[in-house]
């Protein structure tokens, strides 16, 4: 009797294991924008962290330091959307309590 409950198991951990997989790969084909100031500068990123195109406002090119700062508030920006894409493309699959990443 423990044994078929084994197999259960085990069956039900492979498709835990295959839906997350499905679903980091669907991730891997979404992308999010990043943007500061009001879209000056817009930072497109796949939610598997692959940085698919900077667009900056040529207005911010002259002032190097405030287009620095411009760039991480764009990038933290991007970076949020991912994790709240992400959380609610996987927080789901898994056990109450337990937050990605793992």
């Given at each position: 009797?423990?044994?078929?409950?084994?197999?259960?198991?085990?069956?039900?951990?492979?498709?835990?294991?295959?839906?997350?997989?499905?679903?980091?790969?669907?991730?891997?084909?979404?992308?999010?924008?990043?943007?500061?100031?009001?879209?000056?500068?817009?930072?497109?990123?796949?939610?598997?962290?692959?940085?698919k195109?900077?667009?900056?406002?040529?207005?911010?090119m002259?002032?190097?330091?405030?287009?620095?700062?411009?760039?991480?508030?764009?990038?933290?920006?991007?970076?949020?959307?991912?994790?709240?894409?992400?959380?609610?493309?996987?927080?789901?699959?898994?056990?109450?309590?337990?937050?990605?990443?793992?």
């Amino acid at each position: 009797m423990m044994k078929g409950g084994m197999g259960n198991l085990m069956k039900q951990a492979q498709m835990m294991q295959a839906n997350m997989q499905k679903a980091q790969d669907e991730l891997g084909q979404i992308d999010v924008e990043g943007l500061a100031s009001n879209g000056l500068v817009k930072i497109a990123i796949s939610c598997k962290h692959q940085i698919k195109k900077i667009s900056i406002d040529p207005s911010v090119m002259n002032d190097h330091e405030m287009l620095e700062d411009l760039l991480i508030v764009a990038f933290k920006d991007a970076l949020q959307k991912i994790e709240q894409t992400t959380n609610a493309k996987m927080g789901n699959m898994l056990p109450p309590g337990m937050k990605l990443p793992f």
